[in-house]
């Protein structure tokens, strides 16, 4: 049978890849396969479940630090679960940090945020923090634009990370170090990032955590945002036993891929995650107001429920973007309550920003509603390595 | 043609046995061999994914970095010893999917009750067509009906294959198919007016 005309042409059809995108992705190929021939590499890192209490280190470019909160329980099956979908374009990193402390301190959690426009940092930001690890190196380091800007070596902490904040361990979970010792070099067509390796084969449920930009993951573009009840945008896809998100956390975009836990579970432990887990800025920055891990956390997604107009002005977002909306609707001498916002989906088209649809009520009870788009600012650029992953597993 | 194999996920490769094709010709359980395949079909795997793409490169490049970074970690593994470019394909195509049946759904549910009309278009003499116009419009077409298009006419796969792809029933495969084709001739035959 004679072929369809159209199926001739669609066969002729495509575009040729780019030599530089084919290059980049080769050293890609051979960073992967040297990283599975050679499972360990940089840093060392403490033995799962080993020891005091894990905590964290700055990310490294190689031998990246984790930490995992683990279980002194079950079993389950051993999932194998790819901790990154690398994506091409434009990068900011998303850098942030967790510090987990076993049993009775809790967990630290920093996320860094700023500026960064191809490679370069031009704003650090607030603050960001960074824990220290029970074996490895430690630093503590206020974030520059020069900083930011420079490359760290191998193994050498990345610079820009603050003072660590302690909070809560998640309910029913625990730290335990992770093993993920082998970077995985990521090219993508504007930078060539070095992320966390191969935590993939992990005994028993886990939940890992990669704070990452958008653009890195893959996820923003095979998923549909969808809404959980504390304002945090997920989207999820189904690969087997592992489900991917891309949450929100205090504006950060974190890629969590869950491997044998159930939805409520890996809910509830993020849920209760995010409302310990974001850093409050130092004094110094007078970025997120309030201080404190719970007030962050308020700064950064609370007060567009529960506050004024002049509230939303947190470190999440962009004064200017939150600003406009409360103008428009003649908010800006304030009086007026915020009711209610929501997540509005954004696309992978619009890295590093985020929508609301806030409703508002004003004094005579009339409602309104306006729609807040906010720019996340990032603190690191992707080519730092300035990756950090943390692993959960419930008790 | 893409052949509609489907990339082994875990364990050995199938015994062979006599009625079986030959042994896929690339060796990619060393870096050498892997590379070597990669170089060597890394330009129809972005093609393909290309095509899947609408022309959107950027996207074509994630795809078809995810497909060959699966195969590594398959190859790395020990898994897979043994490919042709149909394994990435399939791979890369595999993810695409992912992504279309993930914002599919709402889409789906409006398509249900939109009230279908569309005048029917003259097709153009396809093989007159410029590929690169051909790419361009075919980046118009939304995604479902671009990937109905692909999967029928570049993997020649067969409608009820294209429904199992899409996850719909062969006859909304098969208006998806008329309306994706009649869509695409519209758009040709307005660019070439100008």
């Not at chain 1, 990669?210 to 896809?237: M, W």
């Not at chain 1, 308020?298 to 529960?306: E, R």
């Not at chain 1, 009711?339 to 696309?347: D, K, L, Y």
Request: aromatic share 4%; hydrophobic share 45%.
């Amino acid at each position: 049978m004679a072929e369809d005309p159209l199926a001739g042409l669609l066969r002729r059809t495509g575009l040729e890849p780019g030599p530089a995108f084919a290059d980049e992705l080769e050293a890609t190929l051979r960073a992967e396969l040297a990283g599975l021939a050679t499972p360990t590499t940089g840093e060392p890192v403490p033995a799962r479940g080993d020891g005091p209490p894990a905590a964290m280190v700055p990310p490294t470019v190689a031998g990246e630090p984790v930490v995992t909160l683990s279980t002194t329980s079950p079993g389950g099956s051993v999932s194998s679960t790819p901790n990154t979908a690398p994506r091409s374009r434009r990068v900011l990193l998303a850098a942030a940090a967790a510090l987990i402390v076993v049993g009775v301190a809790g967990v630290a959690l920093a996320l860094s945020r700023g500026v960064g426009d191809e490679g370069v940092a031009v704003d650090a930001g607030p603050a960001t923090s960074v824990t220290t690890a029970a074996t490895g190196p430690s630093s503590t380091t206020e974030p520059t634009a020069a900083s930011t800007a420079t490359t760290a070596a191998p193994g050498v902490p990345v610079p820009g990370w603050a003072a660590p904040v302690a909070v809560a361990l998640p309910p029913g979970w625990t730290a335990v170090a992770a093993d993920c010792p082998d970077p995985r070099t990521v090219a993508t067509s504007a930078n060539r990032a070095t992320t966390a390796g191969h935590c993939d084969d992990r005994p028993g449920p886990s939940i890992l955590i990669e704070p990452l930009p958008r653009d890195l993951d893959g996820t923003a573009t095979t998923c549909q945002p969808a809404v959980l009840a504390d304002g945090t945008t997920t989207c999820e896809r189904a690969d087997g036993a592992t489900k991917r998100r891309l949450v929100l956390v205090d504006g950060q975009d974190v890629l969590v891929t869950a491997t044998s836990v159930g939805d409520a579970e890996v809910d509830a432990a993020l849920r209760s995650l995010a409302r310990t887990a974001v850093a409050p800025a130092s004094a110094s920055t007078g970025a997120v107001a309030g201080g404190g891990s719970t007030a962050a956390l308020d700064a950064a997604f609370g007060p567009i429920v529960t506050g004024g107009c002049a509230a939303l002005t947190t470190s999440a977002s962009d004064p200017a973007a939150l600003q406009a909306p409360c103008a428009a609707l003649g908010l800006a001498s304030g009086g007026a309550t915020v009711a209610g916002a929501r997540f509005s989906p954004t696309t992978a088209d619009e890295p590093g920003t985020a929508r609301y649809v806030v409703d508002v009520t004003l004094p005579g009870g009339e409602l309104r509603s306006a729609e807040v788009t906010i720019a996340y600012r990032w603190a690191a650029d992707v080519r730092q390595g300035a990756w950090w992953l943390m692993a959960i597993q419930p008790r | 043609m893409v052949a509609e194999q489907e990339p082994p996920v875990t364990g050995p490769p199938p015994d062979p046995s006599a009625d079986r094709p030959a042994e896929p010709p690339f060796a990619v359980d060393t870096p050498a061999g892997f590379v070597a395949f990669y170089r060597a079909s890394v330009g129809e795997v972005h093609r393909y994914l290309s095509r899947l793409a609408g022309g959107d490169r950027a996207l074509a490049e994630d795809l078809t970095q995810e497909a060959f970074l699966a195969l590594a970690r398959q190859a790395g593994a020990g898994r897979v010893t043994r490919v042709d470019v149909g394994w990435v394909i399939v791979a890369g195509r595999r993810r695409f999917l992912d992504h279309i049946r993930s914002q599919g759904r709402e889409a789906r549910r409006l398509e249900q009750v939109a009230v279908e009309v569309v005048a029917p278009a003259a097709e153009p003499d396809w093989s007159t067509v410029d590929p690169h116009a051909a790419l361009a419009q075919l980046g118009r077409l939304p995604e479902d009906q671009r990937t109905a298009l692909v999967l029928r006419y570049v993997d020649d796969l067969s409608t009820a294959a294209v429904a199992t792809q899409l996850d719909r029933s062969v006859a909304a495969t098969e208006s998806l198919l008329a309306r994706a084709r009649r869509e695409l001739a519209r758009l040709v035959s307005e660019a070439r007016r100008g």
